[in-house]
């Protein structure tokens, strides 16, 4: 929380304040102040016409699931599991039906994160490495079959989502075994600054920007991202600057 918190709120006050200058949606009053720093904005007041574009999601959502994390630590295996598939149905039953679907972008990181949660037990060697790699090649077909069926069947994003989440463990250790050698120092620079880079994407003004002034939507999306992982390097040194004086 001491780099998640420091770096939610450096950024989304300078996206407070870009939206002000461009005269976009944004709080007007110290209670919309108070609920757009806090995250209570993205629970409570989504169904606002002005409330999805300026209450971000992805850190109240994530702090949401750090509540619940103790809870899902007590269970056992089978119990998440168990858990686990169920998130998994009632999360595609939600967005197919679009039941709250401005909260979609929330609930269907759920089943996700319960994810997260079983691997995470299992690698701590509450398993035998075995049933770690058993657990992974079956999650990883699995979410690779619900991927392409869901394309298929148009059943809706959420069920993509997930599939695609579930694929990805396996695919990208499977990567990074033959990267690691050649870009290992690239990948590990990145992965420092993924918070960062996760809160600014979220944000689409600097791509918006740049297709302006270039045209072309592929070297735009080349240049963003580099200049998306420099603002993202100076907002990591500035916050954590600023923590260690606060310190």
């Given at each position: 929380l001491k780099r998640i918190i420091p770096t939610w709120w450096f950024i989304i006050t300078i996206m407070l304040v870009i939206n002000i200058i461009l005269q976009r949606d944004h709080p007007h009053s110290l209670f919309q102040i108070f609920t757009y720093y806090s995250g209570l904005g993205w629970w409570f007041f989504h169904n606002e016409p002005f409330g999805i574009y300026y209450y971000e999601w992805y850190i109240p959502t994530?702090?949401?699931?750090y509540f619940f994390a103790p809870f899902l630590f007590r269970l056992?295996?089978?119990?998440l599991?168990?858990?686990l598939i169920a998130s998994v149905f009632c999360t595609i039953y939600l967005d197919y039906y679009s039941i709250e679907p401005r909260l979609s972008l929330s609930y269907q990181r759920i089943p996700v994160f319960i994810y997260?949660?079983?691997l995470y037990k299992m690698y701590t060697c509450e398993v035998c490495n075995k049933t770690l790699k058993s657990f992974l090649c079956l999650s990883s077909f699995a979410g690779a079959i619900l991927f392409f069926v869901?394309?298929?069947c148009g059943i809706g994003g959420c069920a993509v989502i997930i599939g695609f989440m579930f694929a990805m463990p396996l695919f990208l250790s499977l990567c990074y075994k033959l990267l690691y050698g050649k870009l290992g120092k690239v990948l590990s620079f990145i992965g420092t600054l993924?918070?960062?880079l996760y809160l600014l994407h979220i944000y689409n003004l600097p791509l918006v920007a740049v297709m302006r002034c270039v045209g072309n939507r592929n070297i735009s999306i080349i240049i963003t991202t580099i200049l998306l992982i420099v603002v993202s390097y100076v907002v990591s040194i500035v916050v954590n600057k600023a923590v260690e004086k606060l310190n």
């Open positions: 994530l702090l949401t699931f056992n295996i089978k119990k599991y168990l858990l997260g949660v079983i869901a394309l298929i993924t918070l960062e």
